[in-house]
């Protein structure tokens, strides 16, 4: 199992960029999917992004495609969600949760289990 752990929120105007972070403990961080979902107040929990274990292939909810990349590097055992021209509608809180390579697809939003506290991020229009 991985324990992740969110960074990188706050607050930002209309178009403006921010980078999240989600930074796993553990040595076998390359063997896990990873996801990003996000959840405004009053509303469901959205999957916005995953990446694959080897981060060859990725998934992207189409309310943030061209905006949003997701990207990591396994050495610093961290996943990345770059984030640019945001939205207002983009405010909410984001997590990241992971899922085993083995016997689970990365795109699936039931793959992933066990949401962290999150990183609440705030755009103002």
């Known amino acids: 199992q991985v324990q992740l752990v969110e960074s990188g929120g706050g607050l930002v105007q209309a178009g403006g960029s921010l980078r999240l972070s989600c930074t796993a403990s553990g040595r076998t961080f390359s063997s896990w999917h990873i996801g990003w979902c996000r959840r405004a107040p009053g509303k469901e929990r959205e999957f916005v992004a995953a990446?694959?274990?080897?981060?060859?292939?990725?998934y992207y909810a189409d309310s943030v495609k061209g905006r949003f990349t997701i990207s990591r590097d396994n050495a610093k055992n961290t996943v990345y969600l770059q984030m640019n021209s945001l939205k207002p509608e983009d405010t909410a809180v984001y997590s990241c949760?992971?899922?085993?390579?083995?016997?689970?697809?990365?795109?699936?939003?039931?793959?992933?289990?066990?949401w962290g506290q999150g990183t609440q991020v705030t755009v103002s229009s």
């Open positions: 990446i694959s274990w080897s981060g060859g292939s990725t």
């Open positions: 949760a992971a899922a085993y390579r083995y016997g689970s697809y990365y795109y699936n939003r039931e793959t992933y289990r066990n």
